[in-house]
């Protein structure tokens, strides 16, 4: 495996490279650049060398890469509903099966799933890989892991898509290791490289403060899991036709079981499938302020976010934070309230659409990131915005 | 009971600066931190020591040298041990290799109740190695744990946070959890815990201690790659919208009915 290589010739020292590396990889000693070991090989200070003197090192004989195709979406669904995050999926796997002339497959768990199945070839699917069976109703890590590890390794698809919601991130991780392979997380940019074949995935890194593009050239299939929202729902079309696939259960000595699946009063906090987040953060003073901006979310149709300063002194409750040590989150419309937008909170909203910013001190790092700014009284703008929204 | 705890050392976002020429980030004497959900990670497992009245908190990193600092702050919090996994040969792992080294380290860490993750860590981001070391250690895992409910009989029960609500997971003893900021108030560290951390020995296992195969570690056994970083366009131009309370009402109001 190749590293990166330093060209002493050519190398001025100037140290350019070494502020451009994201990780703190490259020092300079004795006016030459060094490249130390916690190196990830980005490439980052290949492109800020002026005098090409850095290089990727030739990379060993590859090992072939397995023979597969298709383009797979896991079809994740809770309480017999697709997650909406599926039909962006399928529409994402629809463009790139053509950039690679491939079929889309949907992988389905669940029961009583039929229905939702023509509905996944309405959607793009060529083939949905079905296992309807009482026992895959709920969602289960080491059910689920098994079905579709064992499904991967009979049917070797190329591409293998999922949803960066809680199940997704808990199944792909285990998935990906069980077949030996490699994952992206979140990404929010996938294309495939008309060149090389293979498929780029970016996702953002250090909060989004950097953009990563992430290829896995030699294992298969190439798994990634995707950020809610940010592709376009794939169309329906009633008339599509597909094939289902019925697949067996697997045989599993469980180990772990769901006892119970609770839904939370408050519709108010699901984030993650937001189109509309009004959060609230120290600006907001209080409870009292939370119940304004709820006014506000209520008459825009949207959800209650906020800054972990709000849910740190206790005026709203984790499940509404958005940030770094939060949520992220990337709706259609981002209104923060009295948000002065610390790194941490703009981690988790700037891949918003459109982000509204209303706040008294008109430094305050979130207008930097806002398309839209007020600067003013929370308690004056809020309830004025409400009776113009009625 | 052995309760591992899985840490990694990350720089601390809160002095990571943007650099608005080159567009790039500014590390320069940014410290590193434990990765803050790691700091929930360490509390549980001492609270788990803790009331069950037994029991040893191990913890462990993987990373290079420097990493120590981390896992002595560990110990001034109250874990009994620590130990740093480094090579050169563990560098530039992605979260497939991460968890396979990881893996390696906690089986020679000897016999273990419970290994428990940060739900992520802040610079990656992926919330991967969790689940995948679970399946390397062939444990049953949750992710997002919000509450340890119970701890008996060989048994857990935990609260996992979901996009709507939360679940009730029971798992079988060894298994392995991720958990969220919403779990406890980490602790902060004792003056008698620093001393004992200062003086404490910290053993680094290398790619010659551990059972591991050198072509799946670090680079080498990294099925991702990395090709491109670059810098998100920012563009953006705030537009400000001016005049009484009830003015910017209007306005907004007007802009806000042309998106929804």
């Given at each position: 495996m190749g590293g990166i290589k330093v060209d002493l010739d050519l190398c001025t020292g100037c140290s350019v490279c070494a502020d451009h590396c994201p990780f703190g990889a490259i020092e300079v000693k004795d006016d030459k650049a060094v490249i130390t070991d916690i190196c990830t090989i980005c490439g980052a200070c290949i492109d800020s060398c002026s005098f090409g003197a850095l290089s990727r090192e030739a990379e060993e004989a590859a090992s072939p890469v397995p023979d597969s195709s298709g383009v797979w979406v896991f079809a994740e669904q809770i309480g017999g509903a697709i997650a909406p995050v599926v039909y962006e999926l399928l529409g994402e796997a629809r463009k790139l099966a053509e950039s690679t002339g491939s079929e889309v497959g949907a992988v389905l768990f669940g029961s009583s799933m039929q229905d939702a199945a023509n509905d996944l070839i309405a959607h793009g699917a060529d083939r949905v890989y079905l296992l309807d069976d009482a026992n895959f109703a709920d969602y289960h890590d080491e059910l689920y892991a098994a079905a579709l590890a064992d499904l991967i390794q009979e049917e070797k698809p190329e591409i293998m898509l999922l949803g960066a919601t809680t199940i997704g991130r808990s199944l792909a991780p285990r998935v990906a290791a069980r077949v030996g392979t490699g994952l992206t997380a979140d990404c929010t940019g996938l294309a495939v490289?008309?060149?090389?074949g293979l498929l780029e995935q970016t996702r953002p890194a250090f909060g989004g403060n950097i953009m990563a593009t992430i290829i896995c050239p030699r294992h298969r299939p190439q798994m990634a899991t995707v950020r809610p929202k940010v592709f376009q729902a794939a169309p329906k079309d009633p008339a599509r036709k597909g094939e289902i696939v019925n697949l067996k259960s697997p045989e599993v000595a469980l180990r772990s079981r769901l006892l119970e699946r609770v839904r939370e009063q408050a519709e108010n906090v699901n984030l993650d499938e937001a189109d509309i987040i009004v959060a609230g953060g120290r600006g907001l003073a209080d409870e009292k302020g939370f119940k304004l901006l709820s006014e506000l979310a209520e008459a825009l149709g949207g959800a209650v976010g906020a800054s972990r300063a709000a849910v740190d002194a206790g005026w709203i409750s984790y499940p509404h934070q958005v940030g770094q040590t939060g949520k992220t989150v990337s709706p259609k419309l981002y209104i923060a309230c009295g948000i002065s937008g610390a790194i941490q909170h703009l981690a988790g909203m700037q891949s918003a659409e459109t982000i509204v910013a209303i706040n008294k001190n008109p430094d305050a790092p979130i207008f930097q990131v806002a398309h839209y700014g007020i600067v003013g009284d929370v308690f004056e703008v809020i309830p004025a915005l409400i009776r113009e929204l009625k | 009971m052995q309760i591992i705890v899985c840490l990694k050392q990350v720089p601390d976002t809160t002095e990571v600066r943007i650099n608005p020429e080159t567009n790039t980030l500014m590390r320069e004497g940014v410290a590193s931190v434990i990765n803050p959900f790691d700091m929930y990670a360490i509390e549980e497992a001492l609270r788990i020591k803790e009331s069950l009245g037994e029991g040893e908190v191990t913890v462990l990193s993987m990373g290079p040298p420097q990493a120590e600092a981390s896992l002595r702050e560990a110990l001034s919090m109250g874990a009994d041990k620590a130990v740093l996994l480094s090579d050169r040969a563990f560098a530039g792992a992605d979260s497939l290799a991460t968890a396979y080294t990881l893996a390696a380290g906690v089986a020679k860490l000897g016999e273990f109740g419970l290994v428990i993750c940060g739900k992520?860590?802040?610079?990656?981001?992926?919330?991967?190695?969790g689940p995948s070391l679970a399946e390397q250690l062939d444990v049953p895992h949750a992710t997002y744990?919000?509450?340890?409910?119970s701890l008996e009989d060989n048994k857990i029960v935990v609260e996992r946070m979901t996009e709507d609500g939360y679940e009730v997971i029971e798992l079988a003893l060894p298994a392995l959890i991720t958990v969220l900021k919403d779990i406890n108030q980490p602790r902060l560290p004792s003056l008698k815990g620093k001393m004992r951390a200062k003086k404490a020995e910290i053993p680094v296992w290398g790619k010659e201690d551990l059972d591991v195969d050198e072509k799946l570690c670090g680079l080498a056994g990294s099925p991702t790659q990395v090709v491109k970083i670059f810098t998100p366009e920012r563009t953006r131009e705030c537009r400000l919208i001016e005049g009484s309370a009830e003015e910017q009402a209007k306005v907004l109001a007007s802009e806000l009915k042309k998106i929804i």
């Open positions: 490289n008309p060149e090389t | 992520q860590a802040i610079d990656g981001d992926t919330a991967q190695v744990v919000r509450k340890v409910q």
